[in-house]
């Protein structure tokens, strides 16, 4: 293991065959040294979290911006990975030397069955570390010997608008060869910004509700029957321990108590522009969070309809 990789988990894989996937996460690189280092243990600790409550073994360790987690039942990682808040990406990778040598053959083996005839492919190559090559060389390299070792497959090199981009992540002495990218939700790790609460009778608010979760708020609900629904289909994808109750006697009565009892920063209502300026006043000096306030019917429908893709 590279010395500046770090192992955490709470069960050890022994089967050979185990996926090990490449973790990416985006917003967290650009905090400050003490701030990233606390996000990435959050993040760690959520991806661990997230593979306990779903009874899936896993090991994870990590390099500076990336984390790699190894599990034996690989649909199921995947899912659970792409709706962890914090991850932009996330890649089942094979992992070998970083010889170039080594990858060649391979990535020729990985690539193989994914390039049929007149394919139009793109090599990725990315490298962190010093290796007696540069990225473009070993594309370079490596999207040659596609074209030789596949001659009669009439390949072509399509860097704009490719069929299949083969991906080559060179990180110290060990590279990650993938075929593909699933992207996850992004954002902050869910637990480092706070506690919330959030009104989710409809798709305007169980919106809301996701983008503040994705600020790395915990976000509590108060459901009617739509909203229960939407958090259970859904937002429960994302954060399976939320908290969700019922309005009951009253839907203010119930933010305000589950506000009071989760320690709450604030409450999170689906407000258009219109219904803001009443809502303040009813609201008196409880802090609001409308963050689809600026937002048509039309945008909250397609932008949820994403957030459900991602979640399928």
Not at 165 to 175: A, I, K, Q
Not at 242 to 249: A, G, N, T
């Amino acid at each position: 293991m590279n010395p500046e990789q770090r192992s955490s988990g709470f069960a050890i894989i022994t089967v050979a065959m185990a996926a090990t996937f490449l973790v990416r996460y985006g917003e967290l690189a650009l905090k400050s040294p003490p701030v990233r280092r606390e996000f990435e243990r959050t993040l760690e600790r959520n991806i661990l979290e997230r593979f306990r409550l779903a009874g899936l073994p896993c090991r994870i360790r990590s390099d500076h911006g990336h984390l790699y987690v190894v599990c034996e039942e690989a649909a199921n990682a995947l899912q659970l990975l792409r709706t962890v808040f914090g991850v932009t990406s996330v890649s089942r990778v094979e992992e070998v030397p970083s010889d170039v040598a080594v990858i060649e053959t391979q990535l020729l083996k990985l690539a193989s069955p994914a390039l049929v005839p007149r394919s139009r492919f793109a090599v990725r190559t990315r490298r962190v570390g010093s290796h007696p090559f540069s990225s473009q060389e070993l594309a370079r390299t490596l999207g040659a010997a596609v074209l030789r070792e596949f001659s009669d497959r009439e390949l072509s090199v399509d860097l704009t608008n490719p069929g299949i981009e083969l991906f080559v992540e060179v990180r110290g002495p060990r590279t990650y060869l993938s075929l593909d990218r699933a992207p996850g939700p992004g954002g902050l790790p869910l637990g480092v910004a706070g506690a919330l609460v959030a009104l989710v009778t409809n798709q305007r608010g169980a919106l809301g509700a996701y983008l503040m979760m994705k600020r790395g708020c915990s976000t509590a609900l108060v459901v009617d029957e739509a909203g229960a629904k939407l958090a259970e289909e859904v937002l429960r994808r994302f954060s399976p321990s939320v908290r969700v109750e019922s309005p009951i006697p009253s839907v203010e009565e119930a933010l305000s108590k589950l506000a009071d009892a989760v320690r709450a920063d604030g409450v999170v209502l689906p407000l258009t522009v219109d219904e803001y300026p009443d809502a303040r006043v009813r609201w008196g000096d409880r802090v609001l969070f409308s963050p689809t306030v600026g937002f048509s019917d039309a945008e909250v429908e397609a932008r949820w309809e994403a957030v459900r893709r991602l979640a399928s």
